[in-house]
């Protein structure tokens, strides 16, 4: 059915600071669906809302009528009544590994975006370390298709920035690469390091087209080195089959070097970055300070695990907790969670990279042959949900990290992130609380030490997809009908 002029309404839409006084509401009429009396966060105002849904996207916000829809409210074919709940953006996850092509055995995108609209993710950013790794243009359409009908989120494609790789950068951004990954240690499917030099002139290109670059920031050489020291004759002597040998193994140093470097760099490339997966207070600091400085677009990303877990609380899981960069000191938690309170760090990703459970326990026992990384995807918006009861984090803040904070680094906002007039209804309906048992996990392999140890501090209702309900009832409901968001 084709738009066509509503009727006029003297209200005023509180919740996107929009004047309806005379003038026309252009929507549906009637509706497809009305998300009704809800408590809606929207960019401007948490309070309880109606938000109207044609043709995917929101078409209105207005204030709720109470126990049905007023006479002045565009009317509706369907209703979702989310009274007692808080209706959110759809998350948008820009830090998934999903492990397809050449890694199925870890994790296989039927799996991954089910555990994602499990989660409230509506929108996810893939990484490029996958076998063969995404670093051509056409290896990103061929992941592109391999993906096409069977995703239940949707999604956007990185591509790699790795060592000789410079004359793929400006392809794969045609072939629809939404940014660009560069590893600067080592990493599954590892991707060489570029050197510094190469590292300048890539920034430089990937800044020509526009596009911006998430950075694993650990200095490769740094690593190498302590490891070395570890396993020489007279090394510390920290047992090699603990939590604790990964940190060392993973100094701070290591990530406080290669972000302040990535950065000096990218500012003299005038280049836009993302700093993955923040660790350290010295880091946290370094981003903060560049920030300051305003020579520089450059963001904060933060994951669940580094905010909510400490090495110490993690220890007794062992090769479980193994993660890059790894679960690091109180004060480092501290440092994060001040960096989330004053700006310095914009987004929350899930760093989802789950493995075969016998990677996780390798033959021997030894943390040195375990993979590193877990599940994440479908529990970082709920884990959140917890630390806002708590009263560690506002529910408005928690939205802008979750959803439009990495909707507007990855050049997705507004359409994304934001529930606003002209937005794709990717909408996530949650009911505040503990639920009443561990929701079902569906990951391929989800077992992940948050899981264990933290607890979801809500309970998902219902997650739609352009304004089709994708998520109900604890299962998926419908076909998978994410789309391709190329750059």
């Not at 084709?2 to 005023?12: E, L, N, V, W, Y």
């Not at 409210?73 to 948008?92: F, K, N, Q, S, Y």
């Not at 392999?445 to 140890?453: A, E, N, V």
Request: hydrophobic share 45%.
């Amino acid at each position: 059915m084709a738009p066509r002029k509503g009727r006029r309404t003297q209200r005023r839409d509180l919740l996107q600071g929009v004047s309806w006084t005379g003038g026309d509401v252009w929507c549906h009429e009637p509706v497809d669906l009305a998300v009704a009396g809800g408590t809606v966060v929207t960019p401007t105002a948490i309070t309880r809302a109606d938000v109207f849904v044609a043709a995917g996207r929101i078409v209105a916000v207005l204030p709720a009528a109470g126990e049905a829809l007023a006479p002045s409210c565009p009317r509706a074919r369907r209703t979702l009544d989310a009274r007692g709940c808080l209706v959110l953006p759809g998350a948008v996850d820009a830090h998934v590994h999903f492990r397809e092509p050449g890694l199925a055995h870890k994790e296989d995108w039927e799996h991954a975006s089910l555990a994602a609209i499990a989660g409230g993710v509506t929108t996810v950013l893939d990484m490029p370390n996958v076998v063969p790794p995404t670093s051509t243009a056409a290896r990103l359409a061929a992941k592109a298709a391999l993906v096409a009908g069977r995703s239940r989120c949707h999604f956007a494609l990185y591509g790699a920035m790795a060592a000789g790789g410079l004359d793929e950068l400006a392809p794969m951004a045609s072939a629809g690469a939404r940014g660009f990954k560069v590893f600067l240690g080592e990493t599954t499917a590892s991707l060489p390091a570029p050197d510094d030099g190469e590292l300048l002139q890539a920034l430089a290109r990937a800044a020509d087209l526009g596009l911006r670059t998430m950075v694993h920031a650990e200095n490769g050489g740094v690593l190498r080195a302590s490891v070395a020291r570890l396993v020489a004759p007279g090394g510390p002597g920290c047992d090699p089959a603990s939590l604790a040998w990964h940190g060392l193994a993973r100094p701070p140093v290591a990530e406080v070097e290669a972000v302040a470097r990535v950065c000096l760099l990218a500012a003299s490339a005038r280049a836009a970055l993302s700093i993955a997966h923040l660790s350290t207070a010295g880091a946290v600091a370094e981003v903060r300070r560049r920030k300051a400085a305003g020579d520089l677009d450059v963001r904060g990303e933060a994951c669940p695990h580094h905010l909510l877990l400490t090495a110490d609380q993690a220890a007794t899981l062992g090769a479980l907790a193994k993660v890059n960069p790894p679960l690091r000191s109180a004060a480092d938690v501290d440092a994060l969670w001040a960096g989330l309170a004053d700006g310095t760090i914009d987004t929350v990703g899930s760093d989802h990279a789950p493995h075969a459970s016998a990677e996780k326990e390798p033959e021997g026992g030894k943390i040195t042959g375990a993979a590193s990384g877990f599940a994440g995807v479908q529990n970082t918006v709920t884990l959140l949900l917890a630390a806002v009861a708590a009263g560690r984090l506002s529910l408005r803040r928690m939205v802008e990290l979750c959803a439009e904070g990495p909707a507007r680094a990855w050049g997705l906002w507004p359409r994304k992130g934001a529930l606003a007039v002209g937005a794709d209804a990717d909408i996530a309906v949650w009911r505040p609380g503990p639920p009443p048992a561990p929701p079902r996990q569906w990951s391929l392999h989800p077992d992940s030490p948050l899981t264990r140890l933290r607890r979801p501090g809500g309970a998902l209702v219902a997650t739609l997809l352009d304004g089709e309900v994708v998520f109900a009832g604890d299962r998926p409901v419908g076909p998978p009908r994410g789309r391709w968001l190329r750059g």
